[in-house]
């Protein structure tokens, strides 16, 4: 696997949004984010997925 990064965050808050004419229906999800990583290996177990992964640091200049 190359070098992928990805955001761990959690869900504060879901919402049933409004159904569309053709009955579709929009959510509203706001997420806090927590930490960016890189991941190393992604896997499956059952019906879940696993991850190894390791946290990145933040930079004096805000970047990973």
């Known amino acids: 696997m190359g070098s992928v990064r990805g955001v761990a965050a ?32 992604l896997s499956t177990r059952g019906a879940y997925y696993t991850a190894r992964i390791s946290p990145l640091e933040m930079t004096k200049a805000g970047k990973f």
């Open 10 to 41: 959690r869900a504060l808050h879901l919402s049933r949004g409004v159904e569309k004419p053709s009955g579709r229906v929009t959510y509203i999800v706001v997420l806090e984010g927590l930490c960016r990583f890189n991941l190393h290996e």
